[in-house]
């Protein structure tokens, strides 16, 4: 159990997150306009007159867009609403023409009901992360501060892009049920399980650099073994793992120490300082924003039907969760292995693609990209993308040639230290197959067990001490004997074969 030691004993935390992803779809939730407004697009080229609110224009809601929100939903293992509602958040900011925001508010039922990720806890375990409610809502634009000494712009191709926001549950009822963040290390893990599906799934990038990630942190504190939650403070905005540990811990500690010395903690939202890493309030419980919510009258209840939520279950592909439990039982990886081989979806396809239908050379091809090709990314293109590479590029190892690699090892056509040395030419920018860069180089194993008896009776030959030695019990001479045979051989005789006639000659 992560804990903060104060003055007075010790201390947890318990974290509630806020996270919302910007929803990949062609065309913003309530209109036609593009959703890709990424920095190489001119500001205020994708706006539709209902992003730029005018006056009579009306909402229409995208169906796909409703799509990805059940996608994610299923990914989390949480009931779909047949009927959710949209309602207006009321305040007033620049970029945010309409003067309102379309969400779905707390106190309707959300697109996405309760569901769960699962995670590893802190003591190692798995741990289930329970989610309170996803719902849809649009983003708002993007005010620019910098292109005038005294003036800022508005950017509104943005605004209307749907987003999806992800609520952690607290089961203020049931507080030993303990499937909440207890940690900043959990809360790190939590967000990237949350990228990792939503990417896995098509539904966002989630990419906290590039804003289509950002999370509101709750956090509260309370002594070690206390099964009640205090008041929490809410600290917005985040957008880096880093930045967001950084934060809780503060913020913990901050609060531990406003109890430890008599006081209270009030609700408030805390705004984190890049700078020195400290929170400071933003604004306090009475000067909470009132945002007068009240139903869209412009939009219809959102009713889905089971077809709609079927035909979306059957779009969706294997899960990381899935495709971790596929490579440890079916292809006998470890459970470290399978992590590392699942940490992107491009990645666990590379090493699905590479095993082919030859599910014998996963433990090799897993090996080889956990221990080499991960340490050379400019060379493993990930992506696979396929195009031609100017003679000056670094060279692509390909799936199919680390296939290549290690069924040529298993056919005992070259051994492991040959192989180590076509991966390190292909490094250095080698280009061909693994056959041809083995014939190129004159590579290739002797198993004829002929040659390599001669070449053993040679060394036993040549080494009259070395042999009497062995036979009066210096048995680790072994590898010197076998070292030569290797050596002969110039590195192409099968070790495993020198060994086994070596020891049968020296009796
Ligand atoms: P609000 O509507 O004020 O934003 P919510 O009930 O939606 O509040 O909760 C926001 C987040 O804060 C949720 O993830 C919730 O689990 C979390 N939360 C609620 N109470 C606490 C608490 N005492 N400590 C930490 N997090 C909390
Ligand atoms: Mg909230």
């Known amino acids: 159990m992560y804990?903060?030691?104060?003055?007075?004993?010790d201390w947890e935390v318990v974290?509630?997150?806020?996270?919302?992803?910007?929803?990949?779809?062609?065309?913003?939730?309530?209109?036609?306009?593009?959703?890709?407004?990424?920095?190489?697009?001119?500001?205020?080229?994708?706006?539709?007159?209902?992003?730029?609110?005018?006056?009579?224009?009306?909402?229409?809601?995208?169906?796909?867009?409703?799509?990805?929100?059940?996608?994610?939903?299923?990914?989390?293992?949480?009931?779909?609403?047949r009927v959710s509602r949209f309602a207006r958040k009321q305040y007033f900011y620049p970029d945010l023409p309409q003067g309102y925001q379309i969400s779905q508010p707390a106190d309707q039922p959300p697109v996405v009901g309760r569901g769960w990720i699962e995670i590893m806890g802190d003591d190692g375990n798995p741990k289930k992360i329970l989610i309170e409610r996803a719902h849809m809502e649009q983003d708002a634009a993007k005010n620019k501060h910098d292109m005038h000494p005294s003036k800022s712009f508005v950017d509104l191709n943005r605004s209307g892009v749907m987003l999806?926001?992800?609520?952690?549950?607290?089961?203020?009822?049931?507080?030993?049920?303990?499937?909440?963040?207890?940690?900043?290390?959990?809360?790190?893990?939590?967000?990237?399980?949350?990228?990792?599906?939503?990417?896995?799934?098509g539904v966002s990038k989630a990419n906290m650099e590039e804003g289509s990630m950002r999370a509101d942190v709750n956090v509260s504190v309370r002594r070690a073994g206390s099964n009640t939650f205090n008041e929490r403070c809410e600290i917005k905005n985040m957008v880096s793992f880093k930045f967001i540990k950084t934060a809780i811990e503060y913020e913990a500690k901050r609060q531990i120490e406003i109890l430890e010395n008599g006081g209270t903690i009030d609700r408030c939202t805390m705004r984190f300082n890049q700078g020195d890493g400290t929170t400071t309030v933003m604004r306090s419980k009475e000067d909470a924003l009132d945002y007068r919510y009240f139903p869209d009258p412009d939009l219809l209840p959102l009713v889905i039907t089971d077809d709609q939520i079927e035909r979306v279950r059957r779009t969706m592909p294997e899960l990381p969760a899935a495709t971790r439990e596929r490579f440890m039982t079916k292809l006998g990886l470890s459970e470290y292995d399978a992590a590392r081989l699942t940490e992107t979806t491009d990645i666990s396809k590379w090493f699905d693609?590479?095993?082919?239908?030859?599910?014998?050379?996963?433990?090799?091809?897993?090996?080889?990209?956990?221990?080499?090709?991960?340490?050379?990314?400019?060379?493993?293109?990930?992506?696979?993308?396929?195009?031609?590479?100017?003679?000056?590029?670094?060279?692509?190892?390909?799936?199919?040639?680390?296939?290549?690699?290690?069924?040529?090892?298993?056919?005992?056509?070259?051994?492991?230290?040959?192989?180590?040395?076509?991966?390190?030419?292909?490094?250095?920018?080698?280009?061909?197959?693994?056959?041809?860069?083995?014939?190129?180089?004159?590579?290739?194993q002797i198993t004829d067990t002929g040659a390599i008896e001669s070449a053993v009776d040679?060394?036993?030959?040549n080494n009259p001490a070395q042999v009497e030695q062995y036979k009066s019990g210096k048995v680790?001479?072994?590898?010197?004997?076998?070292?030569?045979?290797?050596?002969?051989?110039?590195?192409q005789a099968n070790p495993a074969v020198v060994n086994e006639i070596m020891k049968k000659k020296l009796g």
């Open 15 to 81: 974290i509630g997150l806020e996270t919302h992803i910007e929803v990949l779809s062609k065309s913003k939730i309530f209109s036609g306009a593009s959703a890709d407004y990424n920095p190489s697009v001119a500001p205020n080229t994708q706006v539709s007159m209902v992003d730029a609110a005018m006056p009579g224009m009306l909402p229409v809601l995208n169906e796909y867009c409703v799509d990805q929100a059940i996608k994610f939903g299923l990914g989390i293992n949480a009931e779909i609403s």
């Open 164 to 201: 999806l926001e992800i609520v952690t549950f607290l089961d203020t009822k049931n507080p030993e049920n303990n499937s909440y963040i207890t940690s900043p290390d959990e809360a790190e893990k939590y967000l990237r399980a949350i990228r990792e599906l939503a990417r896995a799934l």
């Open 3 to 9: 804990t903060i030691k104060g003055k007075t004993g």
């Open 353 to 444: 693609t590479a095993v082919g239908d030859k599910p014998q050379r996963a433990k090799a091809i897993a090996n080889w990209m956990i221990s080499e090709l991960f340490a050379h990314p400019e060379n493993f293109d990930i992506t696979n993308e396929v195009r031609e590479r100017d003679a000056d590029e670094p060279r692509i190892i390909t799936p199919e040639n680390l296939a290549e690699l290690v069924d040529m090892i298993s056919a005992n056509e070259i051994n492991g230290k040959q192989a180590k040395e076509i991966f390190i030419k292909m490094l250095d920018g080698e280009r061909g197959t693994i056959h041809e860069i083995a014939d190129k180089y004159g590579m290739k």
């Open 476 to 491: 680790g001479l072994l590898g010197f004997f076998v070292g030569n045979v290797m050596k002969a051989t110039k590195g």
């Open 458 to 461: 040679e060394v036993i030959k």
